[in-house]
Nanobody, 126 residues
Framework: QVQLVESGGGLVQAGGSLRLSCAAS????????VGWFRQAPGKEREFVAA????????NHADSVTGRFSISRDNANNTVYLQMNSLKPEDTAIYYC???????????????????WGQGTQVTVSS
């Protein structure tokens, strides 16, 4: 079992930055790939970014490429999502999720992930 807790959300103006954190506890965190997803009101939960258990492989959704960056610190059991040049359309609840996988494994699919956090709200004002 892996427990995930997101933090770092808040209210920011368009063009601003936030860094989200996903802190894990439980089993060995370095065995798990982690993904970030987001869900805006009335919309389905969508993929944002993912990182392999080693950190060697990273993927970002087209909508955030060049603005968001995922990273991890296995020594501190934490995955980060650095969000720059934020837009009002980035407003959503952001969730992190974890799944066991190989050295380079990542996935943009919600169904690939076994463990989910409770989410953190990000609101971008225009």
């Amino acid at each position: 079992q892996v427990q995930l807790v997101e933090s770092g959300g808040g209210l920011v103006q368009a063009g601003g930055s936030l860094r989200l954190s996903c802190a894990a506890s439980g089993r060995t965190f370095s065995n798990y790939a982690v993904g970030w997803f987001r869900q805006a009101p009335g919309k389905e939960r969508e993929f944002v970014a993912a990182i392999s258990r080693s950190g060697a492989s990273r993927n970002h959704a087209d909508s955030v490429t060049g603005r968001f960056s995922i990273s991890r610190d296995n020594a501190n059991n934490t995955v980060y999502l650095q969000m720059n040049s934020l837009k009002p359309e980035d407003t959503a609840i952001y969730y992190c999720a974890a799944t066991s996988g190989s050295y380079y494994y990542t996935s943009p699919s919600r169904s690939s992930y076994d463990y989910w956090g409770q989410g953190t709200q990000v609101t971008v004002s225009s």
